[in-house]
């Protein structure tokens, strides 16, 4: 037999426990379900209060010694008493309340098999009315037993709280409705499937405990047991594949969950969010304000809302977002990921709108700013659909995957760091955003801008440099648009409180020679260690944001200064000592990636001259050839936008680490390379 639940009930004093207990008993006393603990105090049995059984001290010292009591306690000069009998209430199937204590809870939880804490609540004004109301206490008394901190809820028990905020007859009905919700138990099991990120439950089409059919549908379901809850949507079993008194969990859910299985778990329905009206209200093109975005977001990022909804509200975002709207999203999402604080005058940072293969400026101005002084903890990404993003050609050299305490380490030692930003500002609502946006397409500027800054925020930058590339096949179509989208970045700045440069740039052609994380890294070594075949392109595109950044130090103070000071740190082999101690101190690769041994050159099919270089279609011949997981695998271009060329000479190498990689992105290359010779 399932044994029955313990109910244990526990607020302040004035939140009407005893009227809520006295409302349930006279509706499911007789119902054969549920016995009302009668406890043994240390109180005459005419002091008021709730019925109880009345002994004096050494009546219940020796009840005690005894063994009569399943939990005792002492509050307010007074002992409490359960009776141990209701142990065998419980094995019977029979569910117990018993008015209680906070304080025993954690010794409680291992003498019952089934233990809920219902925990009454009430606002402070309405306790002080009640207690005032009692006429025992004074309003000191009062306001000293409000002010007390009442001890937390131990790790792992089912906690249920009922509001008693409005009359009796209202408060004992949520209370009645909280315990009948709790008795309808479900075990846990584990199911042989897996669904990746989807979050599914499977009920048995013949449950035992309730309707399962009634919970299919669009909407989603709360599972909850032992201080622990998850979301998730509902799919039925046929009878036979599972005990029709449970509910079974994917992998993924059952492991987020963390309980064993066979722990009973109750299922309740997610409550209509309450932000719905609101986001109605942008998906019929209207505007929301920071309250309506927060109230909004909040429920997305709790699963309140089936992925339609959440579609369409995205779409709809990604149609209009006035610039009030950018920034009230920006100061959302910033709330939703933990921020980093530095004890620092300048905390400098950098983003780039992306798009442009190669481009790997930030590896190199990082150690820069950091060889001039000023702190940079720089977070970057890995690629998505390009060859490469900053975080993998770092990860050629050093461990990128650093959590918030590292990147203090790293730069209290090295002034900087080049992180992988999935650690560190990445948030629940990025994995449910992008869930739903990347196979949507969904790619609005102005909502990247809220995303961009708001994780900025919560790296604790003051000052950011967005490099803004435009062209016809960068994510920025034009220079107008890129004008705009300057503003917009440096306005929403500067209602956060950042200070914002947003620069457009020449988004046209590859910048550097590698694309694929081995050679865009030797590419930044080149520029760093001033090799002749460094990219003149990189160097003076770091250059170029690198004078911006250290003209925010107040000793440098203008741009034609801090240009020849980046420089002077560039040439001396000051920022590449810099990159060094980075490397170290985020943790240095045994042996850095090398571009991969196998290779194949392109070649020109006719002379003249390159009119045309489409990086998106190079940078895929560098996916197919391995790049981003092979680290090695990538494309080394050997001729570059405007230059001559003859029939014959190399257009780029491929680089690849398997052999049949290489054929692969040969014969892709036969088929476009990417570049346009007239």
Same mark, same amino acid.
């Given at each position: ?333 910033? %709330? ?43 977070t970057s990404s890995r690629a998505i659909t390009s060859a490469a993003g900053t ?211 392109v070649v020109a099919e006719r002379s003249g001259t390159v009119t045309d270089i ?45 052999? %049949? ?18």
């Amino acid at each position: 037999m399932t044994p029955g639940v313990l109910f244990f009930v526990v607020g302040p004093s004035g939140s009407g426990k005893d009227t809520l207990l006295d409302g349930a008993r006279a509706v499911l006393g007789g119902s054969g379900r549920f016995v009302f603990a009668r406890r043994v105090i240390t109180r005459p049995a005419d002091a008021g209060g709730e019925a109880h059984e009345a002994v004096d001290a050494a009546t219940f010292a020796r009840l005690q010694q005894d063994g009569a009591f399943l939990i005792d306690w002492t509050a307010h000069g007074l002992s409490y008493g359960v009776p141990a009998r209701v142990v065998d209430e419980l094995a019977r199937g029979v569910h117990v309340v018993a008015n209680g204590s906070r304080a025993v809870i954690a010794d409680l939880l291992a003498r019952v098999p089934d233990l809920v804490v219902v925990e009454v609540t009430a606002p402070l004004d309405i306790l002080a009315a009640r207690l005032a109301g009692r006429g025992r206490e004074s309003a000191d008394v009062i306001r000293t037993r409000l002010e007390r901190t009442t001890p937390p809820v131990p790790a792992g028990v089912t906690v249920v709280r009922v509001a008693n905020d409005a009359t009796p007859p209202v408060g004992i009905e949520r209370f009645i409705a909280a315990l009948e919700a709790q008795t309808a138990r479900l075990r846990l099991a584990r199911m042989p499937l897996s669904a990746g990120s989807r979050a599914l439950a499977v009920l048995p089409r013949d449950s035992s405990v309730l309707g399962a059919a009634d919970y299919l549908g669009p909407g989603r379901i709360d599972i909850a047991g032992r201080g622990r809850s998850i979301r998730a949507e509902v799919a039925l079993a046929d009878p036979g594949t599972l005990a029709v008194d449970s509910v079974g969990l994917t992998h993924e859910v059952f492991d987020r969950l963390g309980l064993p299985e066979g722990t009973p778990v109750v299922l309740t329905r997610t409550p209509t969010p309450a932000s719905r009206a609101a986001l109605r209200t942008k998906i019929r093109g209207g505007t929301l304000d920071e309250a309506d975005y927060a109230r909004v977001v909040g429920d997305i990022v709790e699963g309140r809302y089936p992925d339609a909804e959440v579609s369409g509200f995205l779409v709809a975002a990604d149609r209009g977002l006035d610039d009030a709207e950018v920034l009230a999203l920006a100061k959302v999402r910033a %709330s939703f990921a933990s921020r980093i604080t530095w004890d620092e005058p300048i905390v400098a940072d950098k983003h780039s709108m992306g798009g442009i293969p190669g481009s790997r400026v930030t590896m190199v101005l990082v150690p820069i700013v950091a060889a001039h002084g000023l702190a940079i903890p720089k977070t970057s990404s890995r690629a998505i659909t390009s060859a490469a993003g900053t975080a993998d050609a770092m990860e050629t050299l050093a461990r990128v995957d650093l959590d918030a305490d590292d990147v203090r380490r790293v730069v209290a030692q090295a002034r900087g760091c080049v992180a992988w930003n999935g650690r560190l500002n990445h948030s629940t609502l990025d994995d449910v955003m992008n869930a739903i946006t990347r196979p949507l397409g969904l790619e609005s500027t102005r909502w990247s801008v809220a995303s961009i800054l708001s994780k900025k925020l919560a790296a604790g930058a003051t000052h950011v440099v967005v490099d803004l590339p435009f062209g016809p096949r960068a994510r920025i179509k034009s220079a107008a648009e890129a004008t705009a989208l300057a503003q917009l970045f440096e306005s929403v700045g500067a209602g956060l409180g950042l200070f914002v440069e947003a620069v457009p740039t020449d988004g046209t052609a590859p910048i550097g020679r590698g694309i694929g994380p081995a050679l865009e890294a030797r590419d930044v070594l080149w520029v760093l260690e001033n090799d002749p075949e460094a990219p003149a392109d990189l160097r003076d595109k770091v250059l170029h944001f690198a004078s911006r950044i250290l003209a925010w130090d107040p000793a440098i103070g203008d741009r034609e200064t801090a240009r020849r000071r980046a420089e002077d740190l560039l040439g001396s082999g000051a920022a590449r000592e810099a990159l060094d101690r980075i490397i170290v101190a985020q943790g240095a690769r045994s042996e850095p990636v090398r571009p991969g041994r196998l290779t194949r050159a392109v070649v020109a099919e006719r002379s003249g001259t390159v009119t045309d270089i489409d990086g998106f279609a190079v940078a895929g011949i560098a996916r197919v050839a391995g790049a981003p997981l092979d680290k090695s695998a990538g494309i080394d271009l050997r001729a570059r936008l405007g230059d001559m060329v003859s029939k014959g000479d190399a257009l780029f190498v491929i680089h690849a680490g398997a052999a %049949s990689d290489l054929e692969a992105a040969a014969r892709l290359a036969t088929q476009f390379c990417g570049f346009t010779i007239a």
